[in-house]
């Protein structure tokens, strides 16, 4: 990817271990940027039975599918025609947070897909925590593009969903032509080489780490008890319009107290985000629940365990990555988006977008679209 205007520069920190996990801060939902769109929340109209396919009207442009794959069933968000993308979200968003790239792709030719993961908005739901892994996902993902009558398919993804179109990318190069990752780096086995993930996790008498808290039955029960209030407090805490002295309770970034009660409404929401696009969110997880989203987090040490054979090995496809200069992911792991090209040989230079947080895409949608195009056209 070229160079524009000095977005790919890095700057070089070094962390301790124990620094680069406080510095990690809480993973979770996405919103919306640019010209703000009608919210559309994929419900389908009528009585009796769900539909297989539908269109929403608040977004006509846009097909809803239920496709079946790995013996679940996902729901996918489509546009466009032409070569295929797929595009993975990340915890705890659903398809919507590609809203913008879905329309731009399409327009630019090409054939764009949002599915809902497992566990997800209106994709099914298995209710042992073990199929939530990387693999499971992987497969999900793998199936989704023979079930939609494709060879070959592109796969973008941002935070949890850039790791799995990362491993995607590594596992299966003669479906997944390419790569593109918003957010985290590639990392060998998925979570790093250094160990179990969780026994890398700092925890206190009054605080644990978020990953930690995300897997007490407590989260489930705290992130869904105000739903309005907990995609609004997400939605600005980890954006770039968030203030660099904003905290969690005067803790250190990426701890939690173990009995919550540390989200505050924000005095405003960013202007890339409204309430209408509050509103699907809380309309899917209302329906959804954060019981499949939080099981992937119960299965960090399991899916590390299950990457063990890949262990160092190399993403051969071309690949873009791109992350916002404040983005508490691309700080924590400064480093190893600066060595990731040793395992990503065909690897672009990576594109750092200036005032950007965690919601790549959705805080800065027409650069991460256009990039995102530019690098697809010259596959």
């Known amino acids: 990817m070229r160079d524009n205007q000095g977005s ?7 962390f301790s271990r124990r620094d680069m996990l406080w510095a990690g801060g809480a ?20 009585a009796g039975p769900e539909p297989t396919s539908w269109v929403d009207s608040a977004m006509p442009e846009v097909t809803h599918r239920m496709i079946e794959t790995n013996g679940i069933r996902l729901h996918v968000a489509e546009q ?11 915890f705890p968003e659903c398809w919507y947070s590609w809203r913008h790239q879905l329309g731009a792709l399409a327009k630019a030719g090409f054939r764009a897909v949002a599915p809902d993961l497992r566990g997800y908005g209106r994709s099914d739901r298995p209710e042992e925590v073990e199929k939530y892994t990387i693999l499971d996902d992987i497969g999900d993902i793998v199936g989704l593009v023979d079930a939609l009558g494709a060879k070959r398919a592109v796969i973008a993804g941002h935070d949890i969903g850039a790791a799995i179109a ?8 003669d479906i997944f032509r390419a790569v593109i990752a918003l957010s985290p780096p590639f990392r060998s086995r998925g979570f790093g080489d250094s160990g179990p993930p969780t026994t890398l996790m700092p925890r206190t ?4 780490f978020y990953q930690l808290f995300l897997q007490n039955p407590a989260a489930e029960a705290g992130l869904g008890r105000d739903l309005r209030l907990t995609f ?12 660099p ?5 005067g803790l250190p970034p990426g701890m939690m107290p173990r009995k919550g009660g540390f989200m505050t409404d924000p005095p405003s929401l960013p202007a890339w985000v409204t309430e209408s696009d509050i509103d699907v969110y809380v309309k899917e997880y209302a329906r959804s629940g954060f019981l499949g989203p939080l099981a992937w987090w119960r299965n960090i040490d ?15 496809v071309p690949a873009l990555y791109m992350a916002g200069d404040r983005d508490f992911v691309a700080t924590v792991f400064s480093q190893d988006i600066a060595k990731q090209s040793a395992l990503v040989p065909k690897l672009r230079p990576p594109i750092m977008l200036p005032g950007c947080g965690h919601w790549t895409q959705q805080e800065r949608a027409p650069e991460v679209s256009a990039a995102m195009i530019d690098f697809l056209r010259q596959l």
């Not at 010209?35 to 009528?46: C, T, V």
């Not at 466009?80 to 990340?90: D, F, K």
């Open 166 to 173: 990362w491993q995607t990318a590594l596992l299966r190069p």
């Open 80 to 90: 466009g025609e032409g070569p295929l993308v797929i595009l993975c979200h990340g």
């Open 27 to 46: 993973l979770t939902v996405g919103a919306a940027f640019a010209e703000p769109l009608k919210a559309a929340a994929a419900e389908p109209s009528g």
């Open 302 to 316: 399991r899916g590390w365990e299950l990457m063990a054979p890949f262990a160092g090995a190399a993403v051969t």
């Open 205 to 208: 008498e009054n605080a644990v």
């Open 8 to 14: 790919n520069t890095m700057r070089d920190a070094t």
């Open 232 to 243: 609004r407090y997400q939605f600005y805490t980890l954006s770039g319009d968030r203030p």
């Open 245 to 249: 002295s904003a905290d969690v309770g």
